[in-house]
């Protein structure tokens, strides 16, 4: 389709301005050769009260020829364009942005709050909650940021982060804490005080340190915690002019809400994994004492993820005096979890005591037996295997074992067999009578005896993802650990059994061996040894080179 | 053995076969011994541990793949290199003048000694170091974390079946806020896969990860820090599919092999358990290929399964039944059919 020409028209010069008068858009004519206001419409001189035709064009409208600017005008936000328009003219066309602006601000604080609360959140942990506050205060709120944790034994420890530096960490004595303007208050719970009654100038020199400018604004706000503060943050700003505004304060009030509950939070859980680690601790595997004669080595699992105590557990208990013999013992309590692990506490501590009267073994299980049923709220009973160690003749050990309702433990001997060893007995802790059959091995140099609770052989998984692992599996695997050191031996056996249940979750799973170290380094690979360096040789001869040499 | 290319190092190639020598005997004594009088003759810690008990060590997983040496006695071997660390370890002592830092080996993975390594000479590089051993439970290292505060996490994993579990370590170490450095061949190589994952850096041995947390790290804010382009697309259907239908694949697998291989009729137990484990290694290879969307995954294993049942003489015919018995049940899985078939064509013919 063509299209007919437009028609000519002129309107006239009274309608083209009544149109550029109505227009929503601030606009103001200009004469190019002497900057004058030619026309100003209605929403211009709203917001330029002062632009009149035939007055100069002055601020906030630029002077310099720039083609734009932006500017604080009156309260007013405002941003205007310029553009020529034919010959000799150009015009300004301005928009006022208060609005926007405001929303801009509203929504910088809400992204910096959001932000806070992510990072805020990510850690348990006291010292780096604490970090990341100052971190963030001072990416935010102010030129430097301090956070000052409640006295604690007279001591406050803080963190703060200036310009320009990591962050820095220390403890102040409680003393010093008045010296901040408002610091005692906010660490006392009290509300906290608008900045302009706090005078910077009072402000210790330690808090920011010469050469940041002087502290030119000071603002120290309470972190609330749960029912007491979890510490204050101490903001500055530097420079002379620097102010904190009434929104600033309100923003730090609501930062300070999120980091408060963030460090309470991490105090709370420290307090609680402290009293965990305390109960805990004689609940842990012990660490195995350096014996004469004979390797201890032993593995510990616990089926829970986040426990590390559970129903198994083994112990050691060195001679109870010259001529005495080491005792071993490893059982399983039945359940899981803490309260399982709380009963193998007692049953140690039981043991313990009967080493010190020399008992044997069996006899160990029969007093464990009555002191269970005497104690025991509620039945539980224990399966387990006492052992007294020592060392005999060229080399061998002799272990006398007993029983109580527990796998037989094994032995490894150095031609690759191995041998259930012949004890049984009834549970303990559940009949007024228990029959216990003790059993005496000999180890020769080489030979490992492998005591081991059922989380071993009833592990879950292999290809089906429901097999046990089974006796016989763990007889297999034994007999290929021949000539291994112990504590190999039993990283070995762990590492099948957790690479037979493929992270499954299996019961506790607990392993204690004995072994009788191999007399001399006995050459796997067969074949004389070739010369050994000077090293090889210094190291074997008897009178060692001193240490300090160089 | 000899010392890496432009790296002068006392420890002399025959100072290194008396060494092995002694790890080959399991004799404790004398490797700690020996460790003992080089650090008495000045020799730097650390050029016993990497060159030394390192080096050892290499020798050692060579010594097995070739066949020369059984699994028991690797671990002998390994444990005397645990000692001879150990030993290390309490003649030197640092003070520690940077952060601290975690590490662990993922969870499942069993290869202690190389971390155990790096965390030794982390320390001597004046690093406060938890080690928290092999195969570390993902909850457990979270638990730590929280508990402990530290400045990184360092993360070891020499197997890439481990990768999924790697992936879910790696995952709440930043959720936590804390950056991720990962280390060991089973991030592939260069790291490629230890990026696609969220790690924030990687390193290939001990000297590396130390050269690497020595300069311009931890990053100050690690939340802020992008993921990785990719890492959403992890874990793709296929990847849940083949985990979930395991137990079926093999057993199926195993049900079929006799009609396709009649010598497996004859198999005893301890026979037909060794091959069931290989078809789960062929599925957990091609499950974590599946994972981290990388079919090299996959075609190293199958590269490196190749050589070492070369030097047990299993012929290739072996793996190629075994791929065949899996792929003929994953028909409408293409990305895993792709990987199986690329696999198949690249075994030797026989």
């Known amino acids: 389709m063509t299209a007919a020409s437009t028609p000519a028209i002129a309107p006239a010069p009274a309608l083209l301005t009544a149109v550029f008068e109505a227009a929503s858009e601030a606009m103001v004519l200009c004469a190019t050769a002497d900057d004058t206001v030619v026309l100003a419409n209605e929403a211009a001189r709203s917001l330029l009260p002062g632009m009149q035709p035939g007055g100069p064009v002055a601020a906030p409208l630029p002077a310099d020829g720039a083609d734009s600017f932006q500017t604080e005008h009156e309260g007013r936000r405002l941003y205007g364009m310029r553009r020529p328009v034919g010959d000799g003219h150009y015009a300004w066309y301005l928009r006022d942005r208060t609005e926007s602006a405001a929303l801009e601000l509203e929504r910088s604080r809400t992204a910096f709050l959001a932000e806070a609360g992510r990072r805020l959140s990510a850690s348990l942990h006291v010292r780096r909650c604490v970090r990341t506050t100052v971190e963030l205060a001072a990416a935010h709120l102010a ?20 310009p320009g530096l990591p962050a820095e960490e220390g403890t102040l004595r409680e003393p010093t804490l008045g010296e901040v303007p408002g610091l005692i208050e906010a660490l006392g719970g009290f509300p906290p005080i608008p900045s302009r009654w706090l005078d910077p100038a009072q402000a210790p020199a330690w808090l920011v340190p010469a050469g940041f400018g002087p502290v030119g604004a000071l603002l120290v706000i309470p972190l609330p915690g749960n029912a007491e503060p979890a510490g204050a943050l101490i903001l500055a700003r530097c420079g002379p002019s620097a102010v904190f505004s009434t929104e600033d304060e309100t923003l730090a009030r609501m930062f300070a809400a999120r980091a408060g509950a963030a460090i309470s939070a991490a105090t709370l859980y420290r307090e609680q994994v402290d009293t965990a680690a305390v109960l805990q601790a004689d609940l842990l595997p012990p660490e195995l004492p350096q014996t004469d004669g004979f390797e201890l080595s032993g593995s510990y699992q616990a089926s829970s993820d986040a426990l590390r105590v559970g129903g198994d557990f083994y112990d050691v208990f060195a001679p109870a005096g010259a001529g005495a013999d080491t005792v071993i013992a490893l059982g399983d309590v039945c359940g899981t979890g803490p309260e399982a692990a709380v009963l193998t506490g007692k049953v140690r501590q039981t043991l313990r005591a009967l080493c010190l009267v020399r008992t044997e073994p069996a006899a160990m299980l029969t007093v464990l037996n009555e002191a269970l049923l005497q104690s025991a709220r509620q039945p539980r009973f224990v399966t387990m295997v006492v052992g007294s160690v020592r060392r005999t003749d060229h080399g061998r050990v002799r272990l006398d074992l007993a029983s109580g309702g527990h796998p037989a433990p094994l032995v490894l001997r150095t031609d690759g067999r191995v041998e259930e060893v012949p004890t049984s007995g009834t549970l303990i802790g559940v009949l007024p009578r228990t029959v216990v059959r003790p059993a005496t091995v000999e180890l020769a140099p080489g030979e490992l005896c492998l005591l081991y609770s059922d989380g071993l052989t009833e592990a879950r998984g292999g290809p089906s993802g429901t097999e046990q692992f089974g006796e016989a599996r763990l007889h297999q695997a034994l007999a290929e650990c021949r ?50 360096s000077p090293y090889v040789a210094a190291a074997r001869r008897a009178d060692r080179r001193p240490r300090n040499r160089s | 053995m000899t010392a890496p290319a432009g790296t002068l190092t006392p420890i002399t190639a025959h100072l290194s076969d008396d060494y092995l020598q002694l790890v080959a005997d399991g004799d404790e004594v004398g490797a700690t011994e020996l460790v003992g009088a080089l650090l008495d003759d000045g020799v730097p810690a650390q050029r016993i541990i990497v060159d030394l008990i390192g080096g050892a060590q290499r020798r050692v997983g060579e010594l097995w793949a070739a066949n020369e040496w059984s699994v028991a006695r690797e671990h002998a071997a390994t444990a005397v290199g645990e000692r001879a660390l150990a030993a290390v370890a309490a003649r030197t002592a640092v003070r520690p003048r940077r952060g601290r830092i975690a590490l662990a080996c993922v969870d499942g993975e069993w290869h202690g000694l190389p971390a155990r390594m790096l965390a030794e000479l982390l320390r001597l590089d004046g690093w406060r170091v938890d080690f928290l051993g092999a195969s570390v439970p993902g909850r457990h290292l979270i638990v730590h974390l929280h508990q402990t505060g530290p400045d990184a996490v360092a993360l070891s994993c020499m197997l890439p079946t481990r990768l999924p579990r790697a992936h879910a370590a790696i995952t709440a170490c930043r959720a936590a806020g804390l950056p991720v450095i990962a280390g060991g061949p089973g991030f592939g190589p260069g790291g490629r896969w230890a990026q696609r994952l969220g790690a924030h850096a990687w390193a290939a041995t001990g000297e590396e990860a130390v050269t690497r947390l020595a300069t311009d790290w931890p990053p100050r804010n690690v939340t802020d820090l992008p993921l990785p382009d990719g890492e959403a697309f992890i874990g793709d259907e296929e990847y849940t599919h083949l985990v979930r239908s395991r137990p079926q694949l093999i057993a199926t697998a195993m049900d079929r092999l006799p009609e396709i291989y009649p010598p497996a009729r004859d198999y005893d137990q301890a026979q037909a358990e060794a091959t069931s484990e290989d078809m789960g290694h062929i599925a957990d290879f091609l499950a974590s290929a599946l994972y981290v969307g990388e ?24 793996l190629r039944l075994g791929l065949t018995l899996i792929r003929d049940q994953l028909i409408d899985f293409p990305a895993a059919t792709t990987m199986l078939d690329t696999a198949l064509r690249t075994l030797p013919r026989t």
């Open chain 1, 143 to 162: 030129d430097a940021a301090m956070v000052v944790l409640p006295p604690h034994r007279r001591h406050s420890e803080w963190v703060r982060l200036l």
């Open chain 1, 483 to 532: 000539g291994m050191p112990g504590a190999a031996t039993v990283d070995r056996i762990r590492q099948l059994v957790a690479d037979w249940v493929r992270g499954g979750n299996s019961d506790d799973i607990a392993m204690l061996a004995v072994r009788a170290p191999s007399r001399t380094p006995l050459s796997l690979r067969g074949g004389g040894a070739p010369t050994p």
């Open chain 2, 295 to 318: 079919p090299d995954v996959f075609l190293d294993f199958i590269t490196w399964t190749t050589a070492v049942l070369g030097s047990r003489g299993v012929p290739p015919t072996a």
